[in-house]
């Protein structure tokens, strides 16, 4: 059964830091391209951050210098770090893990809150 995890999310206030992480089971991790995503209420839900099965990485134009993410693959997990915390980025991070070989494979966190609030 696949699993994926999130903690560290919670109210912080603008300026503030928060590193969220995202532990997983029941696939073979070092293979699965692993992301992070969030939603705001009323809007559509955006890719944050991306890092490949080869460690590359893709951020959101607005998160670029702010938000770092990595993996440890000894440990499955994800995280993204998130500092210089802004009320806009106020939404629900959830951890995706995607993977394509003779079929796609997609999996998803139930989610985590951040709120970026003074």
């Known amino acids: 059964q696949v699993q994926l995890v999130e903690s560290g999310g919670g109210l912080v206030q603008p300026g503030g830091s928060l590193t969220l992480s995202c532990a997983a089971s029941g696939i073979s991790f070092k293979i699965y391209h692993m992301g992070w995503y969030r939603q705001a209420p009323g809007k559509q839900r955006e890719l944050v951050a991306q890092i490949t099965s080869r460690y590359s990485t893709t951020y959101l134009d607005s998160v670029k210098g702010r938000f770092t993410i990595s993996r440890d693959n000894a440990k499955e997990t994800v995280y993204l770090q998130m500092n210089s915390l802004k009320p806009e980025d106020t939404a629900v991070y959830s951890c995706?893990?995607?993977?394509?070989?003779?079929?796609?494979?997609?999996?998803w966190g139930r989610g985590t809150q951040v709120t970026v609030s003074s």
């Open positions: 995706n893990a995607n993977w394509t070989g003779s079929s796609e494979y997609v999996f």
